[in-house]
């Protein structure tokens, strides 16, 4: 069985989506409708724009996204999904390559969602970081030993690297904790703000409206979502889960594990880098995975 995942935010590079747009009249149609529906010419930063353009969060996320659907799109009938995840922002882009939602739907409501997160990320300095080399109870334990702070587990990614996300001093003390419990690496990230922690309830509330009055439907394959690394079909609950999303853990090992179990043996990566893969392999390194390509 296939499964297909799409990246997140960090994924981004410039010239991301230019051979596509050269080899594909229908990824030029659908980057020229993506321009129109933001307002400006996405497709330029994209293209020609520097690693500091692509990091602007009204940038990151839809090109991201762009580049993962339109790819899904251009492949045609090659884009055959026994089952789809998305990492954190990929969430949006699966959902569209799986037929939930539309191309301008979703593109809408990744724009708002990126919005909304950099407002969040105004209101209280933020931020994140990777921690290697530690069980997954032990990062828990020491984040909930930190009373004074807000800091809690972000993204379960493979075994033995766990983002955590909180307020900077949070971070400072936890990596300084972490360390001292034997952690290989605890690595500050170049982020905006603490992704998917309680810091992210104001864009919560704003998105949820946005995905309110949306429309969702039942998509071709199930969707393995973050909150949950569990397969759903059922559009009120992709909506929920959707909006937990922002200020849940992202589940990624548990969501791999899940898929592996449930017969996945290909992963499919559909966007920009290789990241995904190599998360993949960690987790099982029995397992293919590779990039989708378009050969044009």
């Known amino acids: 069985m296939k499964a297909y995942v799409f990246p997140g935010q960090g994924a981004q590079y410039p010239g991301m989506g230019k051979d596509l747009y050269e080899k594909s009249s229908l990824a030029r149609d659908l980057f020229s409708k993506a321009n129109s529906i933001l307002g400006y010419k996405i497709t330029e930063i994209m293209f020609e724009g520097t690693e500091e353009d692509l990091r602007q969060t009204k940038v990151t996320q839809p090109a991201i996204f762009l580049h993962s659907v339109i790819l899904a799109r251009v492949l045609g009938g090659e884009f055959k999904p026994d089952m789809v995840a998305g990492h954190s922002l990929g969430e949006f882009s699966a959902l569209v390559a799986n037929k939930v939602l539309s191309f301008e739907d979703g593109l809408r409501l990744v724009y708002a969602r990126a919005m909304a997160m950099q407002k969040a990320c105004e209101l209280k300095p933020s931020t994140m970081a990777a921690i290697l080399g530690l069980d997954d109870a032990t990062v828990e334990k020491i984040c909930r030993s930190i009373t004074e702070e807000i800091v809690v587990p972000a993204n379960y990614n493979s075994p033995g690297q766990l983002v955590i996300s909180g307020t900077v001093k949070g971070i400072e003390i936890a990596c300084e904790k972490l360390k001292e419990a034997g952690a290989k690496r605890a690595l500050p990230l170049k982020v905006g703000g603490a992704f998917h922690s309680p810091l992210m309830e104001p864009a919560r509330v704003e998105l ?27 559009p009120e609950i992709i909506k929920a889960n959707l909006i937990k999303q922002l200020t849940a853990p992202v589940r990624w090992t548990q969501t791999m594990e899940n898929m592996i179990a449930d017969g996945a043996r290909t992963f499919i990566e559909v966007g920009p880098g290789t990241v995904l893969q190599g998360l993949v392999k960690k987790v099982n390194k029995d397992i293919e995975a590779y990039s989708a390509e378009f050969k044009g």
């Open 208 to 234: 949820a409206e946005a995905i309110a009055a949306t429309e969702f439907n039942e998509g071709i394959c199930p969707i393995y979502q973050n909150v949950t690394g569990q397969p759903v079909k059922d």
